[in-house]
C-alpha cells in the first residue's frame, strides 16, 4: 500500500483535554499496552478532538447562525479533512502492525488534496479492512490454542508437571486472586445498595459524589442503585486500570475505549461501539467473551462485567454538584452505527445479588399466597359462614340484602358456598398461567424465574406476584420478553373465562348480581348494559356534591364471567406503568427511562384522586386503592430483590426491536380499553367527549 505523501501534524493539547497524552514517547506506549498499543490511544485522541470541535460548531450555531455558516463552508472543512487525515494516519499504522506476509491488500489512500469526505471514506474502508485482519489473527490464535490443548491432554498419562500461570498473565495479576475472593465477613445484601440518607455517613468528597450522581444519570434515571462499592475506596487498588484493560481484551473487540473512570472500587470503560459488535458476533456474545477473560485472568466469578448505554440529558443544565472528572457529554460518532456505552466492572462480592436462602422471605411469601387465597374465594367463605353459624342474621332479611358489598359490588341470591367458587377458581387458575407464560418463556433463554410475593387485593382478591430473574438478568430484552409471557398467558385465562362464562349464558339461575360498574365498560356493552351517566363530572371540580343521578343497575352474572371480569381487570392494573409492575418494564422499553418518571408520577397521581373518590361514582375507588397498594409493594420487592440492572442494557429501543415493541403496545392498548373508560376516567366525560 501507498504511505502518505507526509506524517500528520501533532495533536493540539487543547484537543486532549479529556483523555490526555504523555509527553515522553517511551511512557506513552506503556501506557497505551493494555489498550492494543499507541494507536488506540490516538485513537480516542482523535474521537476526543472531533467531540470538541463539534460540540464549539454546536454552541456557535445557537449564537450566530450566519457565522457558523460561513466557518463551516471555509475553515472548519480544512480542520475536518485534517481530522480525517490523522484518523486515517493512526488506521495505517495500525494496520502495519496487523500485517503479515500473507495478507491482502489494504485499500490505497487518496491523493494529499483529496476532500474531507474522501479522507472519511478511506478512513471507513481501512477500518473494516483492519478489523478482518483482527479477526484472521484471533482465529489463528484459537487454532494455536487448540493444538496445545490437544498435544497437553495426549501428555497426561506423563509425568505430574506442576500448574503454572499462563504465559499472558502478569504474574502480579495471579498474585491478586486470593484478594479478589469473596469477603469472608461481607455485609448484608440490604447493605450494600445506600440511600439518599445513608451518604450523610459515608466517607465521601464532593467531587466523588458528583462523578457518581452525573453517571447514574447518565446511564439513566433508576438504572443503577447507588451502591456502596461506588463510595468505597478501601482496596480500590484492586481494580487497576491498565491491568483490567489488558484482562478484558479489548483490542479488536468492536468497542473503542476513549476514557476511564474509576468509581470507589468500580472501574469504568467508556467508548463507543457498534450494535452489531462491529460483525464480530451478538452483544450477548460480546459481553460473556469480556467475563470470560476476566474469569480467566482473576478467578471464575470474581470479578462481574456489565455493558451499559450511555444516555447523557439532552442538555446539562444547572447542578448544585461539581463537575468532578466525570464529562456527561455525549461521545460523538462519525457513524450513527456506533452509539455511546459503558463498561463497568464490579467485584462480584460488592453487588447485591440475593441468595435466595431467606426464612422470612419464605414466610413472608407462604402468608402472602394464604392471604391472597381467601380474598379470592372471600365470597365462598361469607356464603358457608351465613349457611352455618351465621344463620341467625338472615332472620327478617333477603340473602341478596345481607350479601351485597359495596366494596365488591356483588351480591349472592341464595346459599350456594359450591355455586359460586368457580370465581376463587378462576382468579388462582389466572395466577398460575401468568407464572406458567413466564417460566416458558424463560427456559427459552436459559434463564430461571423467580416467584415474589403474592399480592392481594380487597376489591379484585389479587393483583398477580412480584417475580424476578434469579440472579443477574442478561439482558433488558430478556427481561421484557419474560414479562410479555406472563402478561398474554394472563389475558388468555382471563378471556377463555369470560368466555366459558359467556357461552353458559345464565346457568347459575340469576346465583349473583354484580354492579354493572364493577365490569369493563366494553364487555358491560356488549352484554346490552352501559353505565350511568356522571353529571356532576367529579373530577373537575374536587368539592362535595351528588355526584351520579342514579345508582348503577345490578346484573345477573355467571360466576366464571365474573371471575373473568375480575382476571382482566387484575392482569390491566399490572400493565400501569408503575415501578415493579409489569407496565414499567414495557413503558420503559417504549419511551425511556426519562419519560418513564413523569409517567409513573401521572399515574399515581390518578389513582390517589380515584382512591379518594375524586374519578366520579363509576371509578372504584377500591381498585385505585388495591392499585396503590400493588405499587408500594412491587416496589419494596424490586428495591430488595432485583435492584441491579441486566447485565446487558445496550440496544433496547423499540426500533431495535419491531416485533417486540408491537407486543408491547398491544398489551398497553388491552388495558388501556380495560381501565380507562369508566375506570381511571370519568365515564361523563367520555359521553360529553363523544356526543
Known amino acids: 500500500m501507498a504511505s502518505l505523501a507526509a506524517p500528520p501534524s501533532p495533536v493540539p493539547r487543547a484537543l486532549c483535554a479529556h483523555n490526555p497524552v504523555p509527553s515522553n514517547p517511551t511512557k506513552a506506549s506503556e501506557t497505551a499496552r493494555p489498550l492494543g498499543g499507541r494507536q488506540a490511544v490516538l485513537l480516542g485522541v482523535c474521537a476526543c478532538a472531533v467531540s470538541r470541535t463539534q460540540r464549539q460548531v454546536q454552541r456557535s450555531w445557537h449564537r450566530n447562525t450566519g457565522k457558523v455558516l460561513r466557518a463551516a ?46 479522507w472519511q471514506a478511506a478512513y471507513e474502508a481501512l477500518k473494516a479492512a483492519n478489523a478482518d485482519l483482527e479477526r484472521a489473527k484471533r482465529e489463528l490464535l484459537a487454532a494455536q490454542e487448540a493444538n496445545e490443548d490437544s498435544s497437553e491432554s495426549a501428555e497426561a498419562d506423563g509425568p505430574k508437571v506442576p500448574d503454572r500461570v499462563p504465559t499472558r498473565v502478569a504474574p502480579k495479576a495471579s498474585q491478586r486472586l486470593g484478594s479478589l475472593a469473596p469477603d469472608a465477613e461481607a455485609p448484608e445484601e440490604s447493605g ?22 452525573r453517571f447514574r444519570d447518565a446511564l439513566g434515571p433508576g438504572t443503577l ?13 484492586v481494580l487497576e486500570v491498565g491491568e483490567l ?43 460473556e467473551d469480556r467475563q470470560a477473560a476476566l474469569d480467566e485472568r482473576y478467578g471464575s466469578g470474581n470479578l462481574t462485567v456489565f455493558l451499559q448505554r450511555e444516555r447523557p440529558p439532552p442538555a446539562p443544565g444547572l447542578s448544585l454538584w461539581p463537575k468532578g472528572q466525570f464529562d456527561p457529554v455525549k461521545v460523538w460518532s462519525p457513524s450513527d452505527k456506533e452509539l455511546p456505552a459503558a ?5 462480584t462480592s460488592d453487588l447485591p445479588i440475593p441468595s435466595g436462602k ?12 394464604v392471604a391472597t387465597l381467601v380474598f379470592c374465594n372471600i365470597i365462598s367463605a361469607a356464603v358457608g359462614f351465613l349457611e352455618g353459624q351465621g344463620s341467625d342474621i338472615l332472620v327478617g332479611r333477603s340473602v341478596e340484602e345481607v350479601t351485597y358489598s359495596p366494596l365488591l359490588g356483588v351480591a349472592v341470591t341464595r346459599l350456594d358456598p359450591d355455586g359460586v367458587g368457580p370465581v376463587g377458581l ?63 398467558a394472563g389475558f388468555a385465562a382471563a378471556l377463555l373465562l369470560c368466555l366459558v362464562g359467556i357461552l353458559m349464558g345464565d346457568a347459575s339461575d340469576g346465583l349473583l348480581k354484580v354492579d354493572v ?35 348503577p343497575a345490578r346484573v345477573p352474572l355467571d360466576p366464571l364471567l365474573f371471575s373473568g371480569c375480575l382476571a382482566l381487570t387484575t392482569q390491566a392494573v399490572r400493565l400501569l406503568p408503575l415501578r415493579g409492575l409489569d407496565g414499567h418494564l414495557l413503558a420503559r422499553f417504549l419511551f425511556g427511562p426519562r419519560p418513564i418518571q413523569l409517567l409513573e408520577l401521572g399515574t399515581g397521581v390518578v389513582l390517589l384522586l380515584g382512591a379518594v373518590g375524586r374519578l366520579g361514582p363509576n371509578a372504584n375507588a377500591a381498585v385505585c386503592s388495591s392499585a396503590l397498594f400493588a405499587w408500594g409493594v412491587s416496589f419494596l420487592a424490586a428495591t430488595r430483590e432485583s435492584p441491579l440492572p441486566p447485565r446487558e442494557d445496550f440496544d433496547d429501543e423499540p426500533g431495535a426491536s419491531p416485533q417486540l415493541a408491537a407486543l408491547a403496545v398491544l398489551a398497553l392498548f388491552i388495558a388501556a380499553l380495560v381501565l380507562i373508560p369508566g375506570k381511571l376516567i370519568p365515564y361523563g366525560l367520555l359521553r360529553v367527549a363523544t356526543g
Open 73 to 118: 463552508s471555509e475553515p472548519k472543512a480544512d480542520e475536518l479533512r485534517e481530522l480525517w487525515q490523522k484518523a486515517y494516519q493512526l488506521e495505517y499504522e495500525r494496520s502495519e502492525g496487523l500485517k503479515s506476509s500473507d495478507s491482502p491488500a489494504l485499500p490505497a489512500a487518496p491523493e494529499e488534496n483529496a476532500t474531507a469526505e474522501e
Open 192 to 213: 450494600k445498595v445506600l440511600s439518599i440518607f445513608d451518604l450523610a455517613a459515608v466517607d465521601v468528597d464532593s467531587q466523588q459524589l458528583a462523578d457518581v450522581t
Open 225 to 237: 442503585p447507588l451502591l456502596k462499592t461506588l463510595f468505597d475506596k478501601e482496596s480500590a487498588e
Open 245 to 287: 484493560r489488558e484482562a478484558l481484551q479489548m483490542a479488536g473487540s468492536g468497542f473503542t475505549v476513549t476514557s476511564n473512570l474509576s468509581l470507589g472500587r468500580c472501574l469504568v470503560l467508556r467508548g463507543l461501539l457498534a450494535r452489531d459488535v462491529g460483525g464480530r458476533g451478538t452483544l450477548q456474545q460480546f459481553l
Open 343 to 347: 463498561l463497568l466492572v464490579f467485584r
Open 358 to 369: 431467606d426464612s422470612f422471605r419464605r414466610f413472608a411469601v407462604g402468608a402472602s399466597f
Open 426 to 488: 378462576g382468579l388462582v387458575l389466572m395466577l398460575f398461567a401468568q407464572g406458567l407464560g413466564r417460566g416458558l418463556v424463560a427456559d427459552q433463554f436459559g434463564v430461571e424465574v423467580q416467584g415474589g410475593y403474592f399480592i392481594p387485593s380487597s376489591a379484585l382478591g389479587t393483583v398477580g406476584r412480584t417475580w424476578t430473574i434469579k440472579g443477574l438478568a442478561p439482558s433488558r430484552k430478556v427481561q421484557i420478553q419474560v414479562a410479555l409471557g406472563g402478561i398474554y
Open 517 to 551: 360498574t364493577r365490569l369493563p365498560l366494553l364487555l358491560a356493552q356488549l352484554l346490552g348494559d352501559s353505565f350511568p351517566a356522571d353529571a356532576a363530572q367529579t373530577v373537575l371540580g374536587l368539592g362535595s356534591g351528588e355526584a351520579a343521578p342514579s345508582v
